[in-house]
């Protein structure tokens, strides 16, 4: 499976934005970008995916380098409540394991 | 509404008991999951399903055996439970096997502590 690499943990202050990055220098052509997040004492939560293009929800925008071998999570304005651990995945989507295979994330702590 | 529930969200238990843990989801998805996350917070998958056929299973001890009766519920089964055993499970839930873009809705979690 290719591998994502995320910094450990990153702090922001609220109301500004966030720009978490991620490595995914393996990356092959038919992986998604997904990005998922798990607040204190919760499952996991899905964020946001992409192939190529920029992509943009109520949550999050996602910047993918023109080579795909890195990706950008922003959060436009950071709330307290954004404060968790952020996953950065590939999906692998050979045969029939499309399970979604998880890192160690980034957490991040968002200052009031 | 919850869409993935899980039962229990706390369970403690003595070791070398076997207990279970039940999932169940109200979004009409086809494929369901129980991920374990240990004290270092790593996810690992366990096992997946589809349409009450296994499809994944990793590297997992055979003491834990998974039932899905129908296609909205996948309990997890765990026999002589050991010290080991002790994480948090997650169950989740995603569309059509051949959409893998869907994304998992996870439930809450059941932690479980073997003592």
């Known amino acids: 499976d290719a591998k994502t690499t995320q910094p450990n943990s990153m702090e922001s202050n609220e109301e500004e934005p966030v720009h978490l990055p991620c490595n995914h220098s393996t990356i092959s052509g038919t992986d998604y970008i997904h990005w998922y997040r798990q607040l204190p004492s919760q499952g996991p939560e899905y964020v946001i995916h992409?192939?190529?293009s920029n992509v943009n929800n109520r949550m999050a925008s996602l910047a993918i380098a023109e080579d795909r071998k890195s990706s950008t999570l922003i959060l436009h304005r950071a709330t307290l409540r954004d404060a968790a651990v952020y996953y950065c995945?590939?999906?692998?989507?050979?045969?029939?394991?499309?399970?979604?295979?998880f890192g160690s994330g980034t957490q991040l702590t968002v200052l009031p | 509404d919850t869409a993935v529930s899980q039962t229990p969200k706390y369970l403690v238990t003595q070791m070398g008991n076997d207990k279970s843990i039940k999932c169940e989801q109200n979004?009409?998805?086809?494929?369901m999951y129980w991920y374990k996350q240990d004290s270092k917070k790593f996810l690992k998958i366990m096992f997946s399903?589809?349409?009450?056929?296994?499809?994944i299973n990793e590297t997992v001890p055979n003491r834990f055996s998974p039932k899905s009766p129908d296609k909205a519920h996948l309990n997890l089964h765990i026999n002589s439970l050991e010290l080991g055993d002790s994480a948090v499970y997650f169950c989740a839930s995603s569309g059509p096997i051949g959409s893998y873009n869907s994304p998992l809705h996870f439930g809450n979690g059941t932690r479980l502590t073997v003592t």
């Open positions: 399903y589809n349409n009450k056929e296994l499809i």
């Open positions: 979004l009409g998805h086809d494929t």
């Open positions: 992409g192939l190529t």
């Open positions: 995945i590939l999906r692998v989507a050979s045969g029939s394991a499309r399970q979604l295979t």
